[in-house]
């Protein structure tokens, strides 16, 4: 999820300052156990929005302490916003940690061995069962009558942990006829310029 085009739906709701952004960010994605953002991240990207012409500051909110800035969402802006609803979300699915460390730990074969891909299966199998018990936890306090949505999310997480789980096995199942393969080496191109040819 783009924190940008959340925080630009977060401004359409009603213009609001950064911290008060911050707030209701982590509100709406069910806590900062979830998703943390840090008030430089709120400042930054308000500051990259309004550069970009999708917001502008509305007013300056005075309290006690240091002035508050307003910012509002601009046409710009809500055309933004309104093409993000309208595009579906990419999976970054083949981008994966987990598939890079065990590839690595498999090209180092035996020259590491007590960092093989049985030890890269096992941590990562430890570290999905932790999470799964942190999600399930965290569902089973949630109260259906006021954070079904967010009952939603854990339960989307919690499938995608168990998936996880399940691919584990299956890795591990099929690991001797992965190690049995060669790895993949990269193509070696020519370095230089190519030879002239003699007539």
């Known amino acids: ?3 940008r085009n959340a925080l630009l739906g977060l401004l359409l709701q009603h213009p609001r300052h950064g911290y008060e952004l911050r707030a209701a960010f982590e509100a709406l994605v069910g806590g900062k156990q979830n998703w943390e953002v840090k008030p430089a991240q709120i400042y930054t990207t ?3 929005l309004e550069e970009a012409g999708l ?5 300056v ?3 006690s ?3 508050k800035r307003i910012y509002a969402v601009t046409p710009q802006g809500r055309a933004e916003l309104d093409a993000w609803f309208e595009t579906g979300v990419e999976g970054a699915h083949q981008r994966d940690e987990l598939f890079v460390k065990l590839m690595v730990s498999l090209a180092l074969g035996s020259d590491i061995p007590e960092v093989g891909p049985q030890q890269v299966i096992r941590a990562q199998r430890s570290r999905l069962y932790q999470e799964l018990h942190g999600l399930t936890a965290q569902r089973n306090a949630a109260d259906p009558k006021s954070e079904l ?3 939603f999310l854990l339960d989307k997480a919690i ?5 996880d789980l399940r691919w584990l096995e299956l890795l591990e199942a099929r690991l001797d006829d992965i190690c049995d393969q ?4 990269p193509e070696v191109k020519p370095r230089g310029r190519p030879k002239k040819m003699i007539d």
Not at 182 to 185: D, S, T
């Open 1 to 3: 999820m783009s924190v």
């Open 46 to 48: 308000l500051a990259r």
């Open 55 to 59: 917001v502008v500051q509305q007013g």
């Open 61 to 63: 909110e005075q309290e």
């Open 65 to 67: 302490g240091p002035a």
């Open 149 to 151: 949505a967010q009952i």
């Open 159 to 163: 499938m995608h942990v168990e998936a």
């Open 182 to 185: 060669p790895l993949p080496e």
